[in-house]
């Protein structure tokens, strides 16, 4: 246990004696246990600690007949390498601690390299017309067009007047005064217009009424499509007139004609006062 140093020739009480040997013994055992490699470093600071506690034990409150203030040397030999012992093995790794807090936002770094092109987007929305630019410059003339249709006039008219009174109602007058009739398209015995070409015509008349009331129809294909009246004012004479446009095919007719009896026919003409029937092509069909 090595030499423990004792001053020769002082005398302790029995009590004393033991409560020393009792502590060299506990001390020897701590100091043991320091010592050894496999104690771990907290438990050697704990053992250290109670080897100090027990080391002045005696010089609180005991009354011996040592001199004032002497204490027990402390044991050399397997306690002298408590203070520097063998490092120990790493301990293992504890649990990962729990994530922190956020910190204060950094400063703004510098600005980034131009990042790649990405793809194409959807079409957006049409916006809204902008101002109208100035006029441009005339552009290069185009090329040469196609024949265009022929220039041919397509000519169909007529104007014809009454020579004398009509006496006989229901039938086709007979208009016999020749104003225009350059196609001959108005057959003068007939009294009828006869279509040679297909298309939309416009036809009119104008008829003096004396000596009886007037009924004067406008017929197409034996079909009445103009009805005109006048009444006779006695001593006066008056007038009848009408208008209207027609499409016609090849081959149509178109005439006047007084209807009723008798009594209805009041269509007369001299050499101061005429009747006069005119029609005309407006525009031809071109399919």
Not at 44 to 71: D, H
Not at 80 to 98: C, Q
Not at 130 to 140: L, N, Y
Not at 167 to 178: D, G, L, Q, S, W
């Amino acid at each position: 246990m090595g030499s423990n140093n004792f001053e020769v020739g002082t005398a302790f009480p029995m009590s004393t004696r033991l409560q020393r040997l009792g502590h060299l013994l506990l001390i020897s055992i701590l100091t043991a246990v320091c010592g050894s490699d496999s104690t771990p470093e907290g438990l050697r600071m704990l053992l250290l600690g109670a080897v100090l506690l027990l080391l002045a034990l005696p010089s609180l409150g005991q009354e011996t007949t040592e001199k004032p203030g002497a204490l027990l040397p402390m044991p050399k030999g397997a306690c002298a390498g408590w203070m520097a012992g063998i490092p120990g093995h790493p301990g293992h790794n504890g649990t990962p601690g729990r994530d922190g807090r956020d910190g204060i936002p950094g400063e703004k770094g510098e600005k980034g390299d131009t990042g790649l092109t990405g793809p194409k987007g959807d079409t957006g929305e049409s916006g809204v017309t902008g101002v109208e630019g100035p006029r441009g410059f005339p552009g290069i003339p185009g090329r040469k067009g196609e024949p265009g249709e022929s220039a041919y006039v397509y000519r169909s008219a007529f104007s014809v007047g009454l020579e004398t009174r009509v006496t006989v109602p229901n039938m086709p007058i007979r208009f016999t005064k020749i104003f225009y009739n350059q196609q001959n398209h108005y057959d003068v015995t007939t009294g009828k217009f006869h279509c040679n070409i297909p298309g939309l015509y416009y036809f009119s008349f104008h008829i003096t009424v004396y000596l009886k009331d007037v009924k004067v129809s406008l017929y197409k294909k034996d079909k009445a499509v103009l009805f005109t009246y006048d009444q006779y004012q006695d001593k006066n004479v008056d007038q009848a007139s009408g208008s209207v446009l027609l499409y016609l095919e090849k081959g149509d007719q178109v005439w006047l004609q007084a209807y009723g009896d008798e009594e209805n026919n009041g269509v007369y003409a001299d050499n101061v006062n005429d009747s006069i029937f005119t029609g005309f092509l407006l525009y031809h069909n071109i399919e």
